[in-house]
């Protein structure tokens, strides 16, 4: 791997690695039991910086690359995924479509208080008919005086309810199909206040909520339990002309840029899964004992965990690599995708595969593997289904063939 890390990204994974053992690992299972967002974890997440890791430091942020950035979301999962995801969400998805897309006034007023970690964000895309087929978005914006008239919902959103900043997607010409979706940059108060101000971080009173934007009540999931997932309902909101991000007409070209990002991260958080996966179920191997042996000594055993092991390298290569291109303005649509596709159905194996190796204590929540493979699941299905992945690789791979 010293192909893609420098002696810095070795530094950054381990600060971030004995940051996550020792602040998040203690208390991953309470939340996730509990369901209740970790707002003292979250605010030391954010009191270290991890909150605007690839932004530049001239406005708040760490300055360090995408392949950095992975990094941190990859050591994060390997201790929990509600915290990696809470981290990717808000930065790959919430953050830098603003700085990547947005005008130069727009990137003073919103990045710093989300790079700086001051209050979190999120990206409204996904709707109850536009999900894999995100060109089927419903929700309108309806030109006014100032600005836009916005109504609709989105659906299954992290940081929802505990966010403030958000990049919303609407339709603003019913007639052009995808070359008709605007995006625009809507703040909320956070739902849970009191939490906020206890913490230290999560609220902004100088910024500028819109009035019928709100949060739903926060979704009961099969995992990523201790991340907010909510829907984000927008009734009658007036945004104003100054906070559409980037032209009319451009919020599906460049959200699906931000997507490709997304991907790499959601690669990145399930190969953590996958490597905190294979470590605990070597670990248990070596320990336990079956017919007056080890478990790792029996063949069937340490041919499933070398698979696995063949399995995350060859997942490692393909996330960092989609990484790099994206660090030197290469293509990397077609890398995105396959990251995320391979790493996702990995971190489900993984996870299986490690239960199978400890038996009924993989079961039990005494392990966190259990954990770990409800978490993993979602990684098929986020960011674009894995079908959607294949389709994306597959238009990729005609085009380049059809280009000889």
């Not at 029996?298 to 960092?320: K, M, N, S, V, W």
Request: proline share 4%; net charge negative.
């Amino acid at each position: 791997m010293d192909r893609y890390l420098t002696p810095a990204h070795h530094e950054l994974r381990e600060g971030v690695a004995e940051f996550a053992r020792a602040t998040i690992a203690p208390v991953a299972r309470a939340h996730d039991e509990s369901g209740e967002f970790p707002w003292k974890t979250v605010a030391a997440i954010a009191r270290r910086g991890l909150l605007g890791v690839p932004m530049p430091v001239e406005i708040g942020g760490m300055g360090v690359d995408t392949l950095g950035y992975i990094l941190v979301i990859e050591e994060l999962a390997k201790v929990d995924a509600s915290h990696a995801i809470r981290v990717s969400a808000h930065t790959t998805l919430g953050t830098s479509p603003i700085a990547a897309f947005g005008a130069p006034e727009q990137q003073e007023r919103f990045v710093p208080p989300l790079a700086r970690g001051e209050v979190l964000g999120g990206f409204g895309l996904t709707e109850a008919n536009a999900g894999s087929d995100a060109s089927g978005t419903r929700t309108r914006a309806t030109k006014a005086d100032g600005g836009y008239r916005l109504n609709g919902g989105k659906m299954f959103i992290t940081n929802a309810g505990v966010g403030e900043i958000f990049v919303v997607t609407a339709v603003t010409d019913p007639s052009a199909r995808t070359h008709g979706i605007s995006s625009f940059i809507v703040c909320k108060p956070t739902a849970e206040l009191e939490a906020a101000n206890a913490a230290g971080f999560g609220h902004r009173a100088d910024l500028p909520f819109s009035d019928g934007f709100r949060a739903a009540k926060a979704e009961d999931k099969m995992g990523w339990r201790a991340s907010d997932t909510r829907e984000l309902i927008l009734e009658d909101v007036f945004v104003p002309e100054d906070q559409r991000l980037g032209d009319e007409g451009r919020g599906f070209t460049n959200f699906m840029k931000t997507l490709d990002a997304g991907r790499i991260g959601i690669a990145a958080l399930s190969l953590g899964l996958a490597e905190a996966s294979l470590e605990i179920g070597v670990r248990y191997a070596g320990t336990r004992e079956q017919f007056g042996q080890a478990v790792w000594d029996f063949q069937p055993i340490q041919f499933r965990l070398a698979d696995l092991a063949t399995d995350i390298e060859a997942g490692r290569h393909l996330a960092y690599h989609a990484a790099w291109l994206k660090d030197r303005g290469e293509p990397h649509s077609k890398q995105a995708a396959m990251a995320k596709l391979f790493c996702s159905e990995l971190a489900m194996r993984a996870t299986l595969g490690a239960i199978q190796v400890m038996g009924a204590a993989g079961y039990t929540s005494d392990y966190p593997v259990e954990r770990m493979m409800r978490d993993a699941k979602i990684c098929e299905i986020g960011e674009g289904t894995n079908e959607t992945q294949r389709l994306v690789i597959a238009r990729h791979v005609a085009a380049e063939l059809a280009g000889h």
